[in-house]
């Protein structure tokens, strides 16, 4: 055999040694080096735990919490640019309070120089957020349901810094009114607790069931502390076939108990806002019988298997369940679950190294860019003209039977 015979095996040796010496240098460091870490991102949280809204604000605060834990477990949020974000829930109860939730808002701005807000359950305090966010220009979601919160009243634009991810109640009506009409209700009494919800839905209502033929024959606000409730007996003098309350609870099961006990076999329709298990705890048996259109969470295990938000419901019920000591969960639940989503959706699109103003602005248009978000109350789709996304398609009426919420899908509403 000739000497080249003989070297060019060890040639090959040599040169597949110095390949896979290249390759440890250069490769195996980048594998071990860990992950590029970026600037914490802080989201100030605002619900109302305490007071009037502490029903929704509580779920909303134990979400916040149940996020938090899940964000520790991954390492927070990763930007466009691969780098990794440690994310801090700043959690605050705002008494169910305008004013609270004012000062909060501005402090969690200002001194705690949070990248996005979230704030807050009701939709009075919610309003007062608005102008303190948008001065500040810090991107704010709520979870109320008042239009006028995205969407100011005198321009009919968007607010450039609001959002919500939660249905309005001329959503609610026009599900109300379709229901009505399927079972032949053409008149109805409108009981309204006397805050910015109540008021709203009962504005809702007269614009939405004049176009199903629905008149309201009686309409009349309640203070949502009161125990006595002499509406109830115009209501009875009225002539109307079905009440329609638009109240929260624990003020919503109190007249509802008023309404059952004292003015017959009337149909009693709720509101969106009382789709609680607190409604059924409060009002007991006087709760059986009545419908609501609601978000689907509510009723996720009982969804066709194809519903795209099955699946997300039934995991964040599930660690809900798990985290909450076995509560069930509420739509409000829900809305803060889909708030925290956005606000973690918009800072992923935010490069690192960018200033607090910059990260704010591009998290604000990262919330906007959302698309074919599937949430808890169905897919949303966000742009510069519809800072809510919802399909109003995606409400569905829900019964109580039996102590719980059944789905009432439209073939049974006959």
Same mark, same amino acid.
């Given at each position: 055999?000739?000497?080249?015979?003989?070297?060019?095996?060890?040639?090959?040796? =040599?040169?597949?040694?110095?390949?896979? *010496?290249?390759?440890?240098?250069? *490769?195996?460091?980048?594998?071990?080096?860990?992950?590029?870490?970026?600037?914490?991102?802080?989201?100030?949280?605002?619900?109302?735990?305490?007071?009037?809204?502490?029903?929704?604000?509580?779920?909303?605060? #134990?979400?916040?919490?149940?996020?938090?834990?899940?964000?520790?477990?991954?390492?927070?949020?990763?930007?466009? #640019?691969?780098?990794? @974000?440690?994310?801090?829930?700043?959690? !605050?109860?705002?008494?169910? /309070?305008?004013?609270?939730?004012?000062? =909060?808002?501005?402090?969690?701005?200002?001194?705690?120089?949070?990248?996005? &807000?979230?704030?807050?359950? &009701?939709?009075?305090?919610?309003?007062?957020?608005?102008?303190?966010?948008?001065?500040?220009?810090?991107?704010?979601?709520?979870?109320?349901?008042?239009?006028?919160?995205?969407?100011?009243?005198?321009?009919?634009?968007?607010?450039?810094?609001?959002?919500?991810?939660?249905?309005?109640?001329?959503?609610?009506?026009?599900?109300?009114?379709?229901?009505?009409?399927?079972?032949?209700?053409?008149?109805?009494? @409108?009981?309204?607790?006397?805050?910015?919800?109540?008021?709203?839905?009962?504005?809702?209502?007269?614009?939405?069931?004049?176009?199903?033929?629905?008149?309201?024959?009686?309409?009349?606000?309640?203070?949502?502390?009161?125990?006595?409730?002499?509406?109830?007996?115009?209501?009875?003098?009225?002539?109307?076939?079905? *009440?329609?309350?638009?109240?929260?609870?624990?003020?919503?099961?109190?007249?509802?108990?008023?309404?059952?006990?004292?003015?017959?076999?009337?149909?009693?329709? !709720?509101?969106?806002?009382?789709?609680?298990?607190?409604?059924?705890?409060?009002?007991?048996?006087?709760?059986?019988?009545?419908?609501?259109?609601?978000?689907?969470?509510?009723?996720?295990?009982?969804?066709?298997?194809?519903?795209?938000?099955?699946?997300?419901? &039934?995991?964040?019920?599930?660690?809900?369940?798990?985290?909450?000591?076995?509560?069930?969960?509420?739509?409000?639940?829900? @809305?803060?679950?889909?708030?925290?989503?956005?606000? =973690?959706?918009?800072?992923?699109?935010?490069?690192?190294?960018?200033?607090?103003?910059?990260?704010?602005?591009?998290? /604000?248009?990262?919330?906007?860019?959302? /698309?074919?978000?599937?949430?808890?109350?169905?897919?949303?789709?966000?742009?510069?003209?519809? !800072?809510?996304?919802?399909?109003?398609?995606?409400?569905?009426? *829900?019964?109580?039977?039996?102590?719980?919420?059944?789905?009432?899908?439209?073939?049974?509403?006959?």
């Amino acid at each position: 055999m000739s000497r080249n015979a003989c070297t060019r095996p060890r040639r090959a040796a =040599l040169w597949a040694g110095a390949a896979l *010496v290249l390759v440890a240098t250069l *490769v195996f460091p980048l594998l071990a080096a860990p992950a590029r870490v970026g600037t914490p991102y802080r989201i100030g949280f605002i619900s109302s735990v305490t007071g009037p809204g502490s029903s929704l604000g509580t779920p909303e605060r #134990d979400v916040a919490r149940l996020v938090q834990d899940r964000l520790n477990r991954e390492g927070g949020i990763a930007g466009p #640019d691969g780098v990794r @974000h440690e994310v801090q829930i700043l959690i !605050h109860d705002d008494q169910s /309070r305008a004013d609270v939730a004012a000062s =909060l808002a501005r402090r969690l701005i200002e001194q705690d120089q949070v990248h996005v &807000l979230v704030g807050t359950t &009701l939709s009075g305090p919610s309003l007062a957020i608005v102008p303190i966010a948008t001065e500040l220009r810090t991107p704010n979601i709520s979870m109320a349901s008042a239009r006028a919160i995205i969407e100011d009243p005198a321009t009919k634009r968007m607010r450039t810094w609001i959002f919500k991810p939660v249905p309005e109640n001329l959503h609610s009506a026009a599900k109300q009114a379709e229901y009505l009409k399927a079972v032949r209700i053409d008149r109805v009494c @409108h009981l309204y607790e006397n805050t910015a919800y109540g008021q709203d839905t009962f504005a809702s209502a007269k614009q939405e069931f004049p176009k199903a033929g629905i008149r309201i024959l009686y309409g009349d606000s309640f203070d949502r502390f009161a125990t006595e409730f002499p509406q109830v007996t115009r209501v009875r003098a009225s002539g109307c076939q079905a *009440v329609v309350i638009g109240s929260i609870p624990p003020a919503a099961a109190v007249i509802n108990v008023a309404v059952a006990g004292r003015v017959g076999p009337r149909k009693i329709v !709720h509101g969106h806002g009382a789709c609680s298990p607190d409604l059924i705890r409060t009002a007991g048996q006087a709760a059986e019988g009545t419908v609501m259109p609601c978000g689907k969470i509510l009723v996720a295990d009982q969804l066709p298997a194809n519903d795209p938000v099955r699946r997300v419901n &039934l995991e964040l019920i599930a660690e809900y369940t798990r985290v909450s000591g076995g509560q069930p969960i509420s739509t409000f639940a829900g @809305h803060a679950y889909d708030a925290l989503q956005w606000a =973690l959706l918009g800072l992923q699109a935010v490069p690192d190294g960018q200033p607090l103003a910059r990260i704010r602005e591009l998290a /604000r248009d990262g919330i906007e860019r959302i /698309r074919n978000y599937v949430g808890t109350h169905g897919v949303m789709n966000l742009s510069p003209e519809d !800072h809510l996304g919802f399909d109003p398609k995606d409400f569905v009426i *829900v019964t109580v039977q039996g102590g719980r919420f059944v789905l009432l899908p439209p073939d049974r509403w006959k």
